[in-house]
């Protein structure tokens, strides 16, 4: 059976350990050689960026997020074994693991290493689809020819580069759609590296829960048990036609992914058409001072984003999930287009006091779209806000201090809520 040291590189037949450097670090499967579409998703991005520039955070449980009253943005795998998830509260986090370094997070030395990532990608195929700063899809299809060796040892090279020149591991899925390879690039984190055959697809899929499609959430999930759907079992047992009256066209996406069918290509430099963040509570919120804190640190995360991407939007979104699962959507258009996260905040926080609240929430996001370049954007005064342009240049000010200090320079009070 074919098999591959991810340490030196060697192609060899199936064996415990590489018979050339002894690494017990082995990939093996049948259909290793044949297959070519991709998904490398970096392993706990934002934590090992901030270990490696810092090496007394090495072995710490390291959290990145806001202060004691916010949330958590993500968290080392250490901190992960003690229970720390993305959205949890800080103090929850906190209680799980006391001992755990809290770390604002820095998104514009994250832009960097991920352009540095990409390039490397580039080097490989140009055929790469980002998802987003830490992940990708990529497919080598026909990249052999070019390299001399098979996708499987050219995407085991790719991480051990980024490990070796960047400090930063990453965990590769291998199959022949990109449904099933992002699926495998979950099976073995951190620094796995994990592949789904043609031949075992069904076999595969068969008792695994279908919370694990991507896109399925809570609302999502619970639509799913009313009807007795858990597993790709039960979903196969449904007709084609029946999926299609009950979810429309998600109904017909599901009948395929049940056999493991995704016809989608990887699409390079796919058009960004919205940049978004929400965060989904542990527990139902109803205290106003809390939601606004959230709404502030989600208005940060998303101009900091669209600055890392050069871009703006034109119009403001603001989504909110009732305690019953309602989902309550605004959005409110602007004439100039913004990336300023006082102007995403304030924006939102007006959509926010325009909705009637039969609060508590149980997720809560913020978001831009109608994108247009950042250079076109922000350029209007107010005429009813004056403080408007000062606030603006207070922002600009404020980012190249935080470029120059780090993120911990300067804090508005409203993100400590």
């Keep these: 059976m074919p098999a591959l040291c ?128 830490d992940e990708a899809f990529l497919d080598l299809t026909g990249t052999a020819r070019l390299h001399g060796r098979p996708p499987a040892v050219l995407l085991a090279g790719l991480v051990k580069r980024m490990q070796l020149e960047l400090g930063i591991t990453g965990s590769i899925g291998l199959s022949h759609n990109k449904f099933l390879a992002k699926l495998a690039s979950d099976l073995d984190k951190p620094r796995g590296f994990s592949v789904i055959g043609r031949v075992e697809t069904m076999d595969f899929l068969r008792d695994k829960p279908v919370r694990m499609i991507w896109g399925i959430g809570a609302a999502g999930q619970a639509s799913l048990d009313k009807i007795g759907i858990r597993s790709f079992a039960d979903l196969r047992r449904w007709d084609r036609a029946d999926l299609q009256a009950r979810f429309g066209t998600m109904g017909d996406r599901l009948w395929h992914l049940a056999r493991g069918q995704d016809d989608r290509r990887v699409a390079r430099d796919r058009a960004v058409k919205s940049i978004s963040n929400e965060t989904t509570f542990s527990g139902d919120i109803a205290d106003e001072g809390l ?98 342009s000062r606030r603006v240049g207070a922002e600009r000010a404020t980012d190249a201090i935080r470029k120059r200090f780090g993120e911990d320079a300067i804090l508005k009070g409203r993100a400590l809520r």
């Excluded at 490989?124 to 700063?133: Q, R």
């Excluded at 890392?308 to 100039?336: E, I, Y």
């Design 291 to 388: 939601l606004d804190g959230h709404i502030w640190r989600l208005s940060e995360k998303v101009a900091d984003r669209a600055k890392a991407k050069g871009l703006a939007g034109r119009t403001v979104t603001l989504k909110l999930k009732r305690a019953d699962f309602k989902l309550l959507t605004r959005r409110l258009s602007l004439p100039d287009g913004t990336q300023i996260a006082d102007r995403i905040y304030r924006n939102a926080r007006a959509l926010y006091d325009q909705t009637d609240h039969p609060k508590p929430y149980r997720l809560i996001g913020v978001g831009l779209s109608d994108l247009i370049p950042a250079e076109a954007a922000d350029r209007e005064g107010d005429l009813l806000d004056p403080q408007a």
């Design 6 to 133: 991810r340490d030196c590189l060697t192609q060899f037949d199936h064996a415990r350990r590489c018979p050339a450097c002894g690494s017990p670090r082995i990939t093996s499967h049948a259909e290793l050689w044949d297959l070519s579409i991709a998904h490398m998703d970096c392993d706990a991005f934002y934590a090992s960026v901030e270990k490696r520039d810092n090496p007394d955070l090495r072995d710490k449980p390291v959290i990145i997020g806001g202060g004691r009253r916010g949330v958590v943005s993500t968290a080392c795998y250490i901190a992960r074994i003690k229970g720390v998830r993305s959205a949890m509260p800080m103090f929850q986090a906190l209680k799980l693991c006391p001992e755990a370094v809290v770390v604002r997070g820095r998104m514009d030395v994250y832009a960097q290493v991920s352009r540095q990532i990409r390039a490397m990608m580039e080097d490989l195929t140009p055929a790469i689809e980002p998802l987003s700063l």
